[in-house]
């Protein structure tokens, strides 16, 4: 195309420089004014050619500049849920549901909107602790601009332990509408944040959609991320479909005796999470980087915090995650164990893990043939 182009805009001289040559070769001798004239008239016209021809260039270029920058635009898909009705809909049913809640798989059957609370510590008031630009997290979360954290109060895991407990167990935070929620998704966007990141927002599912609604009605445009301790209804999941870009799940613990034992009788933890991790696999898939950015784009992220005298049934997570999940399934071991909170009550998990406990897992993922595994220390 280039070629033609040149062929096109060029020919603008080739005539003058032939009537130039027509007349010299005629012209026994030919005095130094007409002489002149002639290469002036030429050089002009050759300056035309040159001109139309970077003039057309100049246009293909921003042409194709926008034709790339196209190409790379992300399109969340609540933005079709959100024209079709069906994000709205969602969100109404499943706030239907709050009237005997089993949001989460505790089941609790309370009635939030008499302002019970259930054993998640939340009633129909949506409640936040703090929201905004987070850098404390790997480079493929935070990129340039920071995740936007919005970090939900209370919590349906009620863990012993719990790094966050001011907030997840004691009920720190601020009562919001579902608009004041989507006016902040909206502020993280205009700050310049790489993707909303909802904290512990299980048993704010039906809140969460309806905002969600109403921002993408505005210009919302970012990824969300669902970060979550994995204590999740499957079925309640699937309201997500569609919803959800990435799955930041943990998976605490492999043997439920030791889940109700630390997680405020989470007895059916292991189970529900088994079918919520299914779930989130089936919906967002293996876990994979822009390749551009470097930021995650889609997929499953598992999380395994190693807990003292195997108190997270660690083997037992990585033998059913290789024969459950891809081997390629991204899993973060993480070796950042405290005795927090009310962790001193309890002698088994008052203590820092040591190296052969952290080895012992490493060994086991090598073992049961993961191939994705990360260390987050």
């Not at 016209?45 to 635009?73: M, P, R, Y």
């Not at 992300?74 to 499943?94: Q, V």
């Not at 003292?308 to 059913?320: D, L, M, R």
Request: glycine content about 8%; proline content about 3%; hydrophobic content about 35%.
């Amino acid at each position: 195309m280039k070629l033609d182009r040149l062929n096109k805009h060029g020919s603008g001289a080739y005539f003058p420089a032939f009537l130039l040559f027509l007349y010299l070769t005629n012209k026994k001798q030919t005095d130094l004014k007409t002489l002149t004239n002639l290469l002036f008239i030429l050089a002009f016209f050759s300056f035309l050619g040159c001109s139309n021809q970077s003039s057309d260039n100049l246009a293909d270029d921003k042409s194709g500049s926008d034709t790339s920058a196209e190409t790379i635009n992300y399109i969340p898909g609540y933005i079709k849920l959100h024209k079709s009705g069906e994000l709205k809909k969602r969100g109404e049913e499943l706030w239907e549901r709050m009237k005997m809640c089993d949001i989460c798989p505790r089941n609790c059957k309370v009635n939030r909107f008499e302002g019970k609370r259930g054993q998640c510590g939340a009633n129909s008031d949506l409640e936040i602790a703090t929201y905004g630009p987070h850098f404390g997290e790997e480079y493929a979360f935070v990129g340039k601009g920071g995740t936007g954290r919005i970090f939900f109060t209370n919590c349906p895991m009620r863990c012993v332990f719990c790094l966050t407990h001011k907030i997840s167990c004691e009920g720190s935070g601020e009562k919001y509408s579902i608009e004041d929620l989507a006016e902040m998704m909206l502020s993280i966007q205009q700050s310049g944040c790489s993707n909303i990141c909802l904290v512990t927002p299980t048993h704010y599912i039906p809140h969460i959609l309806l905002a969600i609604d109403i921002a993408a009605g505005k210009g919302l445009m970012l990824p969300i991320i669902y970060n979550t301790g994995g204590f999740e209804n499957s079925e309640v999941l699937k309201y997500l479909d569609g919803v959800i870009d990435i799955y930041l799940t943990d998976f605490k613990y492999g043997c439920n005796e030791e889940a109700g034992k630390y997680s405020l009788g989470a007895f059916n933890y292991v189970d529900s999470t088994k079918k919520a991790l299914i779930e989130m696999q089936r919906q967002v898939g293996t876990a994979k980087k822009d390749p551009k950015t470097g930021l995650w784009q889609k997929g499953l992220i598992i999380r395994h915090l190693i807990m003292p005298n195997n108190v997270s049934c660690s083997k037992e997570i990585i033998e059913w995650i290789s024969k459950n999940l891809p081997k390629e399934t991204y899993i973060t071991i993480m070796i950042t164990y405290e005795p927090l909170y009310n962790a001193k009550n309890y002698p088994a998990i008052n203590r820092n893990i040591t190296k052969k406990e952290y080895m012992d897992v490493i060994n086991a993922a090598k073992d049961a043939g993961l191939t994705n595994v990360h260390v987050y220390d």
